[in-house]
């Protein structure tokens, strides 16, 4: 059964790295939660290294940007990755072909932008549809719109018998008071009409072999998983993938679940343990909000 506990610092002795969530732990899309960042900042001190692990569909660098100007210190974090490199890997390696369709906003070109992780990287074309090998997914063309306007381009896709490469699996995200879809929604609207996708981000392993990969850049190589804990407030994403791959995991019951779980802020033991039951994970720690 999962402990609640009420700061980071009561369980943060026996971990040497986090994997630590960004939207809903750290921000909530329009500025950073500064409980969050001190408890980061308070980790570190101690000589805990802190990777930033995010379904955001874009390359690292971005989103350092993006954190930055909501006032997420660099101090707060060591390193970062994302399901976005992670699903890189993959497209410059050839898993579309070279000629794609892209589905997400303007502001997700950075998905196209070369990557030195990947030696002769293949040259990546974007097209139109009618056009297409393959289709890359970070997200819907308006977040704010129901991902089914988008099935008259997905049954295309899918009688063309096109892959989907889907750089983000979150299904929602919470920005300030406002809900958005995410790419996870859009995929799985494909894989319903019985398209395929490759999924990448949180819970699956390529972006958890992404993180061990920047946190051995970072200068970490040593940490055994058992001293690595993973931090997010999405179950079926950051507490699935983290049980997945045998890692600890602290469920913030503040970001997405908050409706479900939380009263006047904090997980109440009985609606906590209704919400675990019915989604079928049993996380090792719980807390309303990080701090």
Not at 19 to 37: M, N, R, Y
Not at 227 to 244: E, Q, S
Request: charged share 25%; hydrophobic share 45%; net charge negative.
């Amino acid at each position: 059964m999962t402990q609640i506990v009420h700061s980071l610092s009561e369980i943060s002795e026996q971990y040497d790295a986090l994997f630590c969530d960004l939207w809903g732990c750290v921000h909530d899309g329009i500025k950073a939660l500064p409980e969050a960042v001190a408890a980061l900042q308070a980790f570190r001190a101690k000589g805990g290294m802190v990777v930033l692990l995010t379904n955001a569909p874009r390359p690292r660098a971005d989103v350092a940007e993006q954190i930055a100007k909501f006032g997420v210190p660099d101090d707060a974090w060591d390193t970062i990755a994302t399901s976005g490199d992670a699903a890189r890997v993959a497209l410059f390696t050839g898993a579309l072909g070279q000629k794609v369709y892209h589905i997400g906003e303007p502001r997700d070109q950075g998905f196209f932008e070369p990557l030195n992780l990947v030696e002769n990287p293949v040259a990546i074309e974007q097209v139109p549809l009618s056009q297409a090998e393959g289709i890359v997914c970070t997200g819907p063309f308006d977040p704010k719109a129901n991902p089914d306007v988008l099935r008259p381009q997905l049954l295309e896709a899918k009688t063309r018998g096109l892959t989907m490469l889907n750089a983000n699996p979150d299904m929602v995200v919470d920005r300030g008071d406002s809900r958005e879809w995410c790419g996870g929604a859009v995929a799985q609207l494909y894989e319903q009409m019985g398209g395929a996708v490759l999924a990448f981000g949180k819970p699956h392993p390529p972006v958890y072999d992404m993180a061990r990969r920047r946190l051995a850049e970072a200068g970490a190589a040593s940490i055994p998983d058992e001293r690595i804990l993973a931090i997010g407030d999405g179950i079926l994403t950051d507490v699935k993938g983290a049980l997945l791959e045998k890692l600890d995991v602290l469920f913030v019951t503040g970001g997405l679940a908050a409706a479900e779980t939380n009263v006047d802020g904090e997980p109440q033991p009985e609606r906590l343990d209704a919400f675990l039951g019915r989604e079928g994970f049993d996380p090792n720690y719980t807390i309303g909000m990080l701090r």
